[in-house]
């Protein structure tokens, strides 16, 4: 089993719609979680993070944590063609040494038509 | 205020032969690190940096070397190109302990080995 699984989609929304992203994990030890926007041949943009469990709002996007269950998602509220990207979750904790390297799940490809 | 920068973008290289993938931040940060990202794999560590003259490897170091010898610099080079080494590349920068999450990415080096 993967550490982190995220479902590569793609996912086909109409405008104005909410989304939900969802990635699972199955390490305990994990402490931040990260989503991150991708646009085609472009590299990643930090979009949130979150320490622990509970949500962030930032504009349209809510970040929310649910370590009890190791589930993480992003919702974007009135969705636009311009959010049509591929959205990265990542998550990371302590390891050996102290340092703290994100595992990243393999994305979900979001299309959102007019 | 360039942010991170990678340099080349395109690369074709024959199998056998070396090269120096570029990173340069112009934002004081600490952390730096090289992620290569292949289809249906997400993005995989390469090797990091948590400061000038200190590196350690991630999860697949074989095959490339860095070093680290100033703040802004990070190259990554390939010893001797395989074809499992074609790939996209990103470098990422931050600030150590912001969220300890990968903050700023570059816009990527796509390399073919033939």
């Known amino acids: 089993q993967k550490e982190v699984e995220q479902d590569p989609g793609p996912l086909s929304v109409p405008e104005g719609a909410i989304v939900s992203l969802n990635c699972t994990y199955s390490n305990s030890a994990f402490q931040y979680f990260m989503w991150y926007r991708q646009y085609s041949r472009k590299g990643p943009e930090l979009l949130m993070y979150t320490y622990s469990s509970g949500n962030k709002e930032d504009g349209r996007f809510t970040a929310q944590v649910d370590k009890s269950s190791k589930y993480i998602s992003l919702f974007i509220r009135d969705s636009q063609p311009s959010d049509s990207a591929t959205y990265l979750c990542?998550?990371?904790?302590?390891?050996?040494?102290?340092?703290?390297?994100?595992?990243f799940g393999r994305g979900t490809s979001l299309i959102v038509h007019p | 205020n360039a942010g991170v920068t990678q340099t080349p973008k395109f690369q074709v290289l024959k199998t056998g032969q070396s090269m120096t993938l570029q990173c340069a931040q112009d934002?004081?940060?600490?952390?730096m690190s090289w992620y290569r990202q292949d289809p249906g794999m997400g993005l995989r560590l390469i090797h990091y940096?948590?400061?000038?003259?200190?590196?350690d490897q991630g999860e697949v170091p074989n095959g490339y070397n860095v070093s680290r010898s100033t703040t802004e610099d990070f190259p990554l080079r390939l010893l001797s190109a395989a074809p499992s080494q074609t790939s996209v590349y990103f470098c990422?920068?931050?600030?150590?302990?912001?969220?300890?999450?990968?903050?700023?990415f570059g816009q990527g080096t796509r390399l073919t080995v033939v």
């Open positions: 934002m004081n940060h600490e952390y």
């Open positions: 940096s948590v400061g000038a003259g200190i590196t």
């Open positions: 990422a920068s931050r600030i150590t302990g912001t969220g300890n999450t990968e903050a700023f």
């Open positions: 990542a998550m990371s904790g302590p390891r050996s040494g102290g340092s703290y390297i994100p595992t």
